[in-house]
């Protein structure tokens, strides 16, 4: 069995769900997927919410996939009224389907806010939720390398500084270029195996015979841009046929999101 711990189930068809299924993916972890072309009012943003909940995980348990969400305010949908979205979020993160905050970070490009110290004041508001409620948080990284190991080192010494917990923090998208940074800190890496990142089954399986099976976690980030919704179950493939042991598979591909998430 595996766990696909980034995807974006609004992005995913039916017969996406049936093949993950028929695959051995029987869990995934959902954030939302809206990315807005400009900010629209946190009404918005909450109806998305709603319908991650309320609609698309239901989608997932038709193909007889567990599906669980991550709620928070994404740095590529900022709305006119992020204090609006902050003031309910605790009540969505009380819901037993909600299970990370997430996902949320720094991004330059967002089309929906470049201001970088708004960006920030959003991410520490939600850390801050986070800590009170002692839930986990995964964590956005742009794609350039330069950008993914500046902001990786931000997020983490933000999280130092407010005080909350390294084993409950996942860089999601990390690569050659930051892992170790986060391995170091105590940190998840989640590792996003998708084809616009340039990041293959092979590569993923690389990184893991190098930096071991211990706190790396394998997602697909399934969304808008060219995605594979097996990639889970293609890494763990690959990961056979490099001799690498069922049980560190497992880990990669299956027990260390389930331990992250507490599902």
């Not at 028929?22 to 918005?44: D, H, K, L, Q, Y």
Request: net charge negative; aromatic share 6%; proline share 5%.
């Amino acid at each position: 069995m595996y766990l696909d711990a980034h995807t974006h189930l609004t992005a995913l068809t039916w017969f996406n769900m049936e093949d993950m299924s028929v695959a051995g993916i029987t869990t995934v972890v959902s954030p939302v997927n809206f990315s807005s072309v400009r900010a629209v009012a946190s009404s918005t943003i909450k109806d998305v919410w709603d319908q991650q909940i309320e609609f698309h995980l239901d989608r997932a348990s038709k193909n007889l996939i567990n599906a669980y969400a991550m709620i928070g305010v994404s740095m590529v949908a900022i709305p006119k009224d992020p204090e609006n979205l902050l003031k309910i979020l605790p009540e969505y993160l009380k819901k037993e389907s909600v299970v990370a905050i997430g996902e949320i970070g720094f991004e330059p490009s967002s089309r929906t806010c470049k201001d970088l110290k708004i960006q920030e004041s959003i991410v520490r508001s939600q850390i801050e939720i986070a800590l009170d409620m002692d839930i986990p948080i995964v964590f956005h990284v742009p794609h350039s390398p330069e950008n993914k190991t500046k902001f990786t080192a931000k997020t983490l010494d933000i999280c130092n500084e407010i005080g909350f917990p390294m084993h409950r923090v996942t860089i999601d998208h990390s690569s050659a270029a930051n892992i170790e940074m986060v391995l170091n800190a105590g940190a998840m890496v989640g590792i996003t195996v998708q084809p616009w990142r340039d990041l293959k089954p092979d590569d993923a399986a690389e990184l893991v015979l190098k930096y071991g099976p211990e706190n790396i976690i394998i997602n697909s980030d399934c969304g808008n841009k060219p995605s594979d919704p097996l990639a889970v179950a293609k890494t763990a493939f690959s990961l056979k046929l490099k001799g690498v042991s069922e049980q560190d598979i497992e880990k990669v591909c299956w027990s260390n999101a389930k331990s992250f998430y507490n599902i």
